[in-house]
């Protein structure tokens, strides 16, 4: 199962955005405290629209917290990591794997990532940027492990319902 950690996030928007795009990939979301906002914020609520009810996640007290309820995998994101995101197989759909972003000041502390410089990985870009927006780096890594596993029970045509046009939808006149 795939999952994404937030570590002490800051900013409301970036992980209402993280919450629709975990919705839309059925990825867990872990919220490691404190947290920036409240999770009631508007903000929050806004860019997360109104998906949030179908978000599957859990908030921990700390780092020790979250690592005493989660095995697996852990894969940590950092602008120091040497190697690219696309570097690890992500392709084992058994296994549990926390893909771990930190707080948009400051990053994952570097006592965490010490312990485990195998998995520290970085979005490779150009020298002209500090960092990516943390919900963009996101995006872009739970889409490759995914990538990976074949996209597993998503969809890949558009539904045919009456909340979506339909998957023959360019097709028609």
Do not use: W
Request: glycine residues 4%.
């Amino acid at each position: 199962m795939n999952n994404i950690v937030l570590f002490e996030p800051e900013i409301p928007q970036n992980t209402g955005n993280i919450m629709r795009t975990c919705v839309a990939t059925n990825t867990k979301l872990h919220l490691i405290k404190p947290l920036g906002f409240k999770l009631d914020d508007a903000h929050l609520k806004r860019s997360g629209v109104n998906y949030i009810d179908k978000l599957d996640y859990e908030v921990y007290e700390n780092f020790t917290d979250f690592m005493s309820k989660n095995k697996g995998v852990y894969y940590y994101f950092t602008r120091y990591g040497h190697k690219p995101h696309t570097s690890f197989d992500y392709s084992d759909t058994k296994e549990d794997l926390y893909f771990i972003f930190g707080k948009e000041s400051t990053g994952i502390p570097k006592e965490i990532l010490k312990k485990d410089l195998e998995h520290c990985m970085r979005i490779p870009m150009s020298a002209n940027v500090r960092a990516l927006n943390v919900s963009n780096a996101v995006a872009i890594v739970i889409y490759e492990a995914l990538r990976q596993q074949d996209y597993n029970d998503l969809l890949k045509d558009e539904p045919d319902d009456v909340a979506h046009k339909g998957k023959d939808f360019l097709e028609r006149d």
